[in-house]
């Protein structure tokens, strides 16, 4: 059951993010930012969970494969959709707004993971899961600042 | 964490900068932003599926010789694999390989790959606890396959415009 309802939002995230109006990202700058916060969340949940025992995913196997999407798929896409938002906000207080408000909603999710069975946290507080959300998103927007720039150069160098 | 710098840390270190050094020759054959894309690719796939083979619940193998996740097994991750991706496009892409001949040459990497990995388990590098060296066989051909999707994806929107 939790496994399919899961199934349901991560197609549903990934339909939204498709076909949200508004600023679009390059192909490559989605499969790239996509692909580094990926990185960043399995390694976190990775180092939480193997190494120290402060996140316990549930044994069975339909929240396993739950976790296992959220990780690939919904959360990184929550990273990724977030970046232009950020790139048009104004002044610092709103681009600081808006990575508060992903944080705390990536944060929610997670704490949401635990209420329903999928994850445990056991000695990991709420507060480092939202400072960590807050740590992945200021690299992506960091990871989009260089890598970002470079492709769009290179991109426009090959348009013809 | 149970770390302790032994015989498999040398020989992953040791392989790690031999594939650094392996990547120097064809740093430049491919454009700066697909030799990025497919690195980080590289490396997200096999975290993707070690994390979801050694984690609960499946538990079939972990890296090294405890099943902490140690900082020598990221630092594998980061560069046997990547380079091992960027070398096996380099060849698809200079020889314009299609067909009978990308088969053969997919198979031919898929050899290697295994014999490689075998090599890694009388190491220590991998210690299986419930995978067999035979369920790894049609991964490769499969991540090879990807790969190139991949990489084909890239280089059609390295044209594509910016919106």
């Known amino acids: 059951m939790i496994l399919v309802c899961y199934l349901i939002v991560n197609i549903a995230c990934v339909l939204a993010f498709f076909a949200w109006p ?19 969340i399995q390694n976190y949940y ?21 976790h296992f999407m959220n990780r690939t798929v919904m959360q990184p896409l929550i990273v990724v959709g977030v970046l232009p938002y950020y790139a048009a906000s104004g002044t610092i207080g709103r681009k600081a707004a808006v990575l508060a408000c992903c944080a705390g909603l990536l944060t ?15 000695g990991w507080d709420g507060w480092l899961t939202a400072a960590f959300w807050l740590v992945a998103l200021g690299l992506t927007v960091l990871c989009r600042r260089t890598f970002g720039r470079k492709l769009i150069r290179e991109v426009k160098r090959n348009e013809f | ?11 992953m270190l ?11 020759p064809i740093r430049r054959y ?25 984690g609960s619940p499946f538990q079939l193998y972990y890296f090294s010789d405890n099943e902490t996740y ?3 097994a990221v630092f594998v991750h980061m560069t046997q694999y990547s380079v091992s991706s960027m070398w096996f496009l380099y060849g698809y892409h200079k020889w314009q390989l299609r067909g009978m001949k990308l088969f053969l040459y997919i198979l031919a990497w898929t050899g290697f790959a295994v014999l490689y990995e075998w090599i890694c388990i009388l190491n ?11 369920y790894s066989v049609p991964t490769y051909p499969v991540s090879s396959l990807l790969l190139i999707a991949v990489y084909r994806l890239i280089y059609k929107h390295l044209r594509s415009p910016v919106r």
């Open chain 1, 46 to 66: 990775a180092f939480l969970h193997i190494n120290f025992k402060l996140i316990v995913i549930n044994e069975a196997l339909g929240p396993a494969l739950a």
């Open chain 2, 1 to 11: 964490m149970n770390f302790k710098w032994d015989w498999n840390e040398w020989f």
């Open chain 2, 124 to 134: 220590k590098v991998l210690t299986f606890t419930g995978w067999k060296l035979l």
């Open chain 2, 30 to 54: 491919f454009h700066p932003v697909l030799t990025c894309i497919i690195w980080l690719f590289s490396l997200v796939y096999v975290e993707t599926i070690d994390f979801f083979l050694v």
């Open chain 2, 14 to 24: 040791f392989t790690s900068i031999g594939s650094v050094l392996a990547f120097l």
């Open chain 2, 70 to 72: 140690e900082p020598s």
């Open chain 1, 108 to 122: 929610g999710l997670e704490w949401l993971a635990d209420w329903v069975g999928i994850l445990e946290h056991k």
């Open chain 1, 22 to 40: 508004g600023k679009r990202l390059h192909a490559l700058e989605i499969l790239t930012y996509w692909l580094f916060g990926s990185l960043l």
